[in-house]
Every structure is written in structure tokens, then in C-alpha cells.
């Protein structure tokens, strides 16, 4: 444990992004020699992972700030995570999932504003790069202007993104509902996630039921007998994909019912305990998906990863030389507890989600 509290230090104090690409560097080598995918091993891989980003934030915003003419036409921002972020759930090898909340200086030309705003997401984008992490596939990024926007623009995006739930909207919804300002004001993200939840509380009957087709569109992969449904073919053949066939589609059935009692907490475990206290749910079956997820995030720090252009990245697959007859029986057992959560979705929600 000291050491992993010695390298969060080293990182909140590094002077350079060569520096903090080092230290990164030296955790994934040492996780690497001895791989654990225990929770307690998650948690410090978390801590580790805010200290690189916040101090590559603060170096970014620092050479944008020393370089720019004049005062800066913006009062405070945020910057939040979404993802796997948002959510204190980022394997070594996690991507970028961003955004940004901002306030405009008062009589600030509001055009400035974002040019100033493009420029710092711009180095925000780069410099997380330069430390191994790859931008967002989907482009939920700092640099897209949809993705980062004032106080006042986010409240009329959520307002329109609830009068028209369709499945994009209904998408962008559920990636807010994960957000963690990582860096600048938190207060403006905290406006920010009250804003969403007043919004959902306010259209909970249309809105909740909207949300089924986007929670269910991954399946958890184990098929009716009860059998791991394995990848057929390609360099992955025999493996299973924990990313998309365990982890998202637990994470969506429990952020879902989360949203639906009306629980604040972004990290699954933590949404999961306070589902444990809510009326109408089963001790033992919330104790089941605990113990499940809890099993599915062990074997997806396990999955392999690469670096690819000097940033770090995974397919999510659990390799077939790693299903081992224990493996096997332990996965089942928490896929079968998966499925049997989305279930407990639909028969919640109706099927009136499907858009």
C-alpha cells in the first residue's frame, strides 16, 4: 500500500507530462508483474488514475493560461468523467470519457469564451494523450463542442434531450447520469447533476421506461443452459468478452434502477449499496449482484491490454487460456446473476422502452 500512496503523491506533484507518462508507465509494469483483479486493487488503480489526470489537467490549463493574452473571459469551469471515470471503475488501461461545465465571465463576449474554452479542451485532450490515455471512440470528449458546454447551454440540452427521448438522447442522458467533476469547480457539476436529476424526477414516468432499450442493448453472455457464450472466431476465438458481455450490461441494469429510486451515487458498488436499503428489494438478490459485479470487475482487470501510438488500450476479452475450469464456473455463476438483473429491468420497465 505504501508504495501505491507514494506514487499518487509523485504524480500530484510532477512538474512535467514526461514525468507523469513515467510514473504511469512504472505502476502498469508493477501491476503488470504481479496482475490482481481483486477490488481493493481497483480502488487504489482509481486513486492512482484521478492523481494523473488531475495534475495533467493543471499542467494543461497552466501553459494555456501562460500563453494567453488578456484575462481569461471565463469565471470557472468543471471537468467531469463520464465512463467507467465517472463511476471510480477504470481499469489500468481506461480511454478518455470527458466533458466540460463552464461559466462565462459576467459581459464576456460568450464566442471568446469558447474559443478559450476549444483551446484549453484542446489541451486537456493532448496532454491525457501524451500520458497514455486514448480519446473516447464515441468522441465524448472536452474537444467536442456537444460534449462541453456553459451552465446555460446545459440546461437547455437537457431540457431538449427529455422532450425528445429518442435512443441518442436517451444515450447522452445515461452518460451524464455517471458524471464526476475530476477538475476545476465542483460546484458547477454538482448544479449540473442536481439539473439532471430534477429534469428525470420531473418526467420519471416516460422518461425511466425510455430508458430499457439503451440498458438492455448489451446481453450478458451466457445462454439458456447456462453456458459462456464465447467468441467464435478472429484472434479472440474461445475468449469472452467481459467488457460488453458482463461489465456494461451490469453497470446499465444497476445505474437504471439507481435513477429510479433516486440514488446520487455514480459508482456501481456504491449504487448497489444504497439499492440494498430501498423498499421493495430483495436482500438477497441485491447481495447476489454485489457479489457478481464484484466477481466480473476481478476478471476484467485481468483482461490483456497493449500499447498502441503510445497509449494504452484493450479489447475487453478475457483470452480462452485464461478459462480455466474454475474460471468458468465462477463466471457462470456471476453471468447467470447478470442475466437474471436485466430480467428484473424489463419486467420493471415494461417493454415500453423499445423506441
Known amino acids: 500500500m505504501h508504495q501505491w500512496l507514494e506514487k499518487e503523491r509523485e504524480a500530484s506533484q510532477a512538474m512535467a ?7 504511469r508507465d512504472d505502476v502498469h509494469d508493477a501491476f503488470g508483474a504481479a496482475p490482481t483483479g481483486g477490488v481493493e486493487a481497483a480502488e487504489t488503480i482509481n486513486r492512482l488514475h484521478d492523481a494523473f489526470i488531475r495534475r495533467t489537467l493543471a499542467i494543461a490549463e497552466e501553459r ?23 463511476r471510480k471503475e477504470q481499469t489500468l488501461w481506461s480511454d478518455q470519457d470527458n466533458g466540460i461545465v463552464y461559466e462565462p465571465k459576467s459581459g464576456a463576449d460568450p464566442a471568446e469564451a469558447e474559443r478559450y474554452m476549444d483551446e484549453l479542451g484542446a489541451a486537456f485532450r493532448a496532454s491525457l494523450e501524451t500520458v497514455g490515455y486514448p480519446p473516447c471512440e464515441g468522441d465524448v470528449l472536452v474537444t467536442n463542442p456537444a460534449w462541453r458546454r456553459t451552465t446555460t447551454a446545459w440546461r437547455e ?12 438522447t436517451v444515450r447522452h442522458l445515461l452518460i451524464l447520469a455517471d458524471a464526476r467533476p475530476i ?21 420519471r414516468s416516460t422518461i425511466l421506461p425510455r430508458m430499457v432499450q439503451n440498458t438492455l442493448r448489451y446481453k450478458v453472455l451466457v445462454g439458456f443452459l447456462g453456458n459462456l457464450l464465447t467468441e467464435p472466431y478472429g484472434e479472440d476465438a474461445g475468449g469472452i468478452d467481459i467488457k460488453y458481455g458482463a461489465y456494461i450490461p451490469m453497470v446499465n441494469a444497476i445505474r437504471l434502477l439507481s435513477l429510479a ?20 428489494m430483495r436482500p438477497d438478490s441485491v447481495r447476489d449482484w454485489k457479489e457478481a459485479f464484484r ?39 456471476a453471468l447467470r446473476v447478470g442475466a437474471e438483473l436485466q430480467r428484473k429491468v424489463k419486467k420493471t420497465f415494461g417493454t415500453e422502452g423499445h423506441l
Open 295 to 333: 466477481t466480473v470487475l476481478k476478471f476484467r482487470a485481468l483482461t490483456p491490454f497493449r500499447i498502441e501510438d503510445g497509449k494504452y488500450t484493450t479489447r475487453g476479452v478475457l483470452s480462452a487460456k485464461l478459462l480455466t475450469k474454475d474460471v468458468k464456473r465462477e463466471l457462470k455463476d
Open 157 to 168: 440540452t437537457l431540457h431538449s434531450w427529455i422532450e425528445t427521448p429518442e435512443f441518442e
Open 183 to 203: 477538475y476545476g469547480n465542483e460546484f458547477l457539476a454538482s448544479a449540473l447533476r442536481t439539473e439532471l436529476a430534477s429534469r428525470i424526477e420531473a418526467h
Open 17 to 23: 507530462l514526461a514525468d507523469l507518462r513515467s510514473l
Open 261 to 280: 429510486h433516486r440514488i446520487p451515487a455514480t459508482s456501481t458498488l456504491e449504487r448497489i449499496d444504497a439499492l440494498a436499503k430501498c423498499e421493495g
Open 64 to 86: 494555456v493560461r501562460a500563453s494567453y493574452p488578456g484575462v481569461p473571459p471565463v469565471s470557472s469551469f468543471a471537468v467531469l468523467l463520464f465512463g467507467s471515470g465517472g
